[in-house]
């Protein structure tokens, strides 16, 4: 249903803010949401058994408030997690990775010194998510479970190759990300399930690169690119790409990673790459862009962000 009602030409989902509201109040009449009970969770329990028959989880509510605000969603019961405890530190785990849970803000990522010694791509994309406010409010779990294909930290952890962590009646699951997204602003949770962490493997040594290209500063890309390579100077041992902003969900660019593993990385290695990155994306055209532009942005972003992280691996 959202995703129908965010088709409509009168109301595009990455036109945020005033215009967005603006155009709805218009056409509705309606600017606030439709009425909800609202639920304060004290523990993971209490928050799983509220989400029980039409509950809706609320995390930072950056993109959730909009869509109650603008009646795209109407829960009967809003489940705030935020005083939920344990889900909102950074940790380091014993192999050299990270946990982050799924209550910590955009801007937890900025500042933390684990993130910027264990995984410094996930801070770089999360300095492109919206602005401040957003980011002070903006949890890594809400931007997951949302599920926006043009989304910074989404690409950022598929190309980590993070896994997330579950909560349900029965008790936790983990999945890899990329089983965490089927389609547009569409997951695999389960409307009764709490994403709890993200957990990281061990990638210190990995070279890394983020490309985007937004309108301006704080808006959703057009387009994007991360990059995680592994290897050295003779030889890559591994590349993980992934494209935001270029299809339903993110996409890992397989035939441009193919391009780069087991190959030296010499200046012509992005460029190489890059060539391949479109193939395995399916960009879609809207107000903002061309479904062309946007392979074509695929293209050049890669070439960036292979040539940053290849860049970046040991000497
Ligand atoms: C003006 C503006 C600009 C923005 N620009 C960007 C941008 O450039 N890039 C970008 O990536 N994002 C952008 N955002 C979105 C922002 O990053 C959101 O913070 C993020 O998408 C959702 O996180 P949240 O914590 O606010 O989630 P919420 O809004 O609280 O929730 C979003 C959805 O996820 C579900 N959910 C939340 N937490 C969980 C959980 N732990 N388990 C299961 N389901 C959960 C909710 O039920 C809801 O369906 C922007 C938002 C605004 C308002």
Redesign the pocket.
Known sequence: MIAQALESPHLDPRR??RDAGHAVVQRAGALKPAPFEYVRARSLDEALAALDGDG???????????LLNMRL?RPARLVD?NAVPGLDAVRARPDGGLDVG??VR?TDLLTSPLVQARAPLLAAAAA????RA?RN???V???L??A?P????PAALLALDAGVVVAGRTGHRRLPLAELFVGLLTTS?APD????GIEIPEARADGWGFAEL?RRA????IAGVAAVVRGGPDRCTRARLVAFGADDRPVRLRAAEDAIVGRAASAELAARAAAEAPRDCRPSSDVHASAEYRAHLVRVLAEDAVRDAVGRLPA
Not at 150 to 153: D, G, I, M, T
Not at 218 to 221: C, E, L, P, V
């Open positions: 945020r803010g809706k989880i609320l995390a930072g509510g950056q993109s959730l408030v909009p969603v997690i799924a209550l955009h492109h998510v919206g602005h957003i409010r903006g949890t779990g809400g931007s479970a949302h926006d043009a989304a910074e930290l949770l399930e709490i994403l709890t937004a704080g808006d959703f890309a």
